[in-house]
């Protein structure tokens, strides 16, 4: 909250107890989305060919299902990210939005980090064999440095696409 804070330029003005109880809402509010997400993904396939057989219904239902989910699961990252852009700064007038270019941009940027860490990984992991059991905490970290990073890039797009409009005069309706 303070980085954002910081991306569109406004000092934290609210009282110690509304910072914490937004933070812990935003806490509880994420995480339900993205268990749903994960819910979605991880065992949607099973379920999927479960009702496809139980309602004899074709490869067709299937495939419909895996792009409905995934779209589903999208959808409910990017709406996580769009509530911390939304509630993590200090800013008087604000406007909701599902989807904003910040949460574009930064949900784009976390997966694409989480698929390049996949991929250095699977090349060239050696953690183990250097760190013991303490790599996989190392690895960890490094995705969560990973993931804060490209929250705070898409929080950087919207705070610039903010101030960009009020130059204008603009609020982004």
Do not use: C
Not at 15 to 33: E, M, P, Q
Not at 79 to 100: A, C, M, Q
């Amino acid at each position: 909250m303070s980085a954002l804070n910081s991306a569109y330029h406004v000092r934290e003005s609210r009282s110690w107890l509304k910072v914490h109880a937004i933070a812990l809402g935003l806490t509880v509010a994420i995480s339900a989305l993205v268990i749903s997400a994960l819910f979605l993904v991880l065992p949607g396939d099973h379920l999927a060919l479960l009702v496809s057989a139980k309602l004899r219904m074709g490869s067709a239902f299937v495939i419909g299902w895996k792009v409905l989910q995934l779209v589903a699961a999208l959808f409910f990252i990017i709406v996580s990210f769009s509530l911390i852009y939304y509630f993590g700064p200090d800013l008087e007038d604000r406007h909701w939005y599902w989807i904003t270019p910040g949460s574009l941009v930064g949900v784009f940027l976390w997966l694409a980090a989480s698929f390049g860490l996949r991929i250095y990984l699977h090349f060239f992991n050696s953690y183990s064999k250097t760190y013991g059991s303490l790599g996989a905490v190392i690895i960890q970290l490094l995705w969560f440095y990973l993931t804060g990073l490209a929250f705070l890039v898409g929080g950087e797009v919207d705070a610039v696409i903010e101030h960009a409009a009020a130059e204008r005069g603009q609020s982004r309706r």
